[in-house]
């Protein structure tokens, strides 16, 4: 799932301009990163819960 795709469906839903559904998107994707970083964790009902996990610095070839 994309942005792009965020931003379609709000505009077919909401009846709006593509540029105010593509700024819808950002924003909705901006406050759930935001989430992420400040607690680690974020559920979307109906969808998943998405977490952050910290793992191991890996070595390049």
Do not use: Y
């Not at 709000?10 to 301009?17: F, V």
């Amino acid at each position: 799932m994309s942005k792009a795709f965020i931003s379609a469906v709000l505009q077919d839903s909401l009846a709006c301009t593509g540029v105010a559904a593509a700024k819808a998107a950002g924003d909705l994707v901006g406050a759930i990163a935001a989430e992420l970083k400040q607690e680690g964790e974020f559920t979307l009902p109906s969808f998943g819960t998405f977490t952050v996990h910290k793992t191991k610095a890996r070595k390049a070839l």
